[in-house]
C-alpha cells in the first residue's frame, strides 16, 4: 500500500522513507509517521485521513518531510484530513496546493510545523465545533505562501508564535471567513 498508494486498513506506522506513487488513504484507523521519516508523493497524489486519526511525530527532533514534489492545484495535492484529528510536531510539509486541509476535525494539534512554497499552509473547514474550537496552531512557520498561509472558514483556532514570510504579493498570512 505504500509503495503504490491505496487504502489503509488497520492502523499503520510508516517507519522508513518512501516514494509514493499514488494517493494513500486512510479511513477509519490511525496512521502515525515515525521520526526521521521523508515521503516524497509523486504524480499529484495525496495523503487522505477520514474518519481516523492523522500523528506526524512525537518529540522535539522529529526531523519529517512530506515533499510534494510540485504543487498541483487543479488536483489539490497535501495532506487531507476529514473529521480527524491530526497531530503534528516538528514536521515539514512542502510543494503542496494545501499543505493540510483538516475539514470538520474535533481538534487538531500543530506544534511546529514549517509549510513551504504552497499555495495554501492550513486551510481549516468548521472546526469551530458546537461552540468550541480545540485547534492549536503554535510554532510554525509559513514561507512561500503564494495565497494564504492559514485560511479558515467557521473556524476558531488558538493560534500563538507563528511566523509568515516571504508571500507573494497577493499572499495574505492569515484569512478567516
Not at 3 to 25: A, P, S
Request: with cysteine; hydrophobic share 30%.
Amino acid at each position: 500500500t505504500i509503495y503504490t498508494g491505496g487504502e489503509f486498513r488497520q492502523d499503520e506506522t510508516i517507519h522508513k522513507n518512501e516514494v509514493i506513487k499514488k494517493t494513500l488513504h486512510m479511513k477509519n484507523h490511525k496512521l502515525t509517521i515515525a521520526n526521521g521519516v521523508s515521503l516524497e508523493f509523486q504524480n499529484a497524489s495525496k495523503l487522505i485521513v477520514e474518519d481516523g486519526q492523522l500523528v506526524i511525530g512525537d518529540n522535539d527532533n522529529t526531523n519529517i518531510t512530506l515533499n510534494f514534489i510540485n504543487k498541483n492545484w487543479s488536483e489539490n495535492n497535501g495532506v487531507f484530513c476529514y473529521r480527524s484529528p491530526v497531530r503534528i510536531k516538528n514536521a515539514t510539509i512542502k510543494n503542496a496546493s494545501c499543505g493540510l486541509y483538516s475539514h470538520i476535525s474535533p481538534g487538531d494539534i500543530i506544534d511546529g510545523l514549517k509549510t513551504d512554497n504552497s499555495h495554501t499552509g492550513i486551510s481549516l473547514y468548521y472546526s469551530y465545533n458546537n461552540g468550541i474550537d480545540n485547534t492549536i496552531i503554535r510554532n510554525s512557520q509559513f514561507t512561500n505562501t503564494q495565497l494564504w498561509g492559514i485560511t479558515m472558514v467557521g473556524s476558531k483556532p488558538v493560534l500563538h508564535d507563528n511566523t509568515f514570510h516571504n508571500s507573494e504579493q497577493t499572499g495574505t498570512g492569515i484569512r478567516a471567513v
